[in-house]
Each structure stands twice: as C-alpha cells, then as structure tokens.
C-alpha cells in the first residue's frame, strides 16, 4: 500500500509544506512557550505575532521578554491571566480562552484575545501553542456580521 502512486502524491503533497512555510502563511500571530508554571520559556513567534507587537526580530522579541510568556502580560494582569490559564487547563481542558494586554515592542499594550492549547512535545514536554487576535479588530470585523 506504500507504494502506491496515488498514496505517494497524498504524502508528497502534505509534506510539501514545510513548518516554515505553514506558520508564515497562516492568517493569525501565534507563539509556542513552555507549558510549565514555574518556567514559561518562549520557544517561537512567528512573523505576523513579530509585526503585530513591533518586535524587528525574533531576537529582540527574546531580549526584551527575557524569553517569558509572564514578560508578555500587562503588569497588573499577570496573576488573574496566568491563574485563569491555569485553571482552564488543570480542569481538564488542553485549551485555554483569555482576554488580556499584551505588552508590545515599545512598551505599550495591545488589546488580544488568547487562545491556547497544550501539547505534549516529544523534544520539549508540554508547550502550549498560543493564537492571539487582535480584540479591536475583532470587534470591528466580527460584531456587525454575527449581531442580527
């Protein structure tokens, strides 16, 4: 069955897309950080999570957070947010729903929402894989469509 000409170009086709060219083209800015409470490592951010928080590079971004999910979250948010994100998942949940500032390149703060899920990463341990909207836009885009 593996030798298939039709099974071949399935997988060729799947393994077409490289991670790179996934995460860079998909409509939304998304990071993956340790899924640890004591240890929240910022492991990647792709492009578009870059340009909607100002960072110039993926080395910045990791300086100016000193590489912490916590570094991202407004100051007097940071234990109501991680709490709730904790809670979410320690019921049971492996996705997490939270709407908070997060804290751009150039110290200002951002309106997102947070959608989080953890995973378990054979290299890593659990991470959670992070997509965030922008709230404002959201609001612009999605409330006159779903309103009636």
Not at 41 to 52: D, G, K, Q, R, V
Not at 66 to 79: A, C, G, V
Not at 118 to 139: A, C, N, R, T
């Amino acid at each position: 069955m593996s030798y298939s000409k039709k099974l071949q170009s399935v997988v060729r086709k799947q393994l077409g897309f490289a991670l790179r060219d996934i995460s860079e083209h998909l409509p939304g800015a998304f990071i993956i950080y340790r899924a640890d409470k004591e240890d929240d490592e910022l492991f990647y951010a792709n492009h578009e999570f870059l340009s909607m928080t100002g960072y110039q590079s993926m080395d910045e971004f990791f300086r100016l957070t000193n590489k912490s999910f916590h570094n991202l979250i407004r100051e007097d948010e940071q234990q109501q947010i991680e709490a709730s994100i904790w809670e979410q998942i320690d019921s049971g949940n492996e996705n997490d729903y939270i709407h908070f500032h997060l804290r751009k390149a150039d110290g200002s703060y951002l309106s997102v929402l947070d959608h989080g899920r953890i995973v378990e990463s054979p290299q890593y341990g659990k991470v959670f894989y992070v997509l965030f909207m922008d709230w404002e836009d959201m609001h612009i885009h999605y409330s006159d469509k779903f309103s009636g």
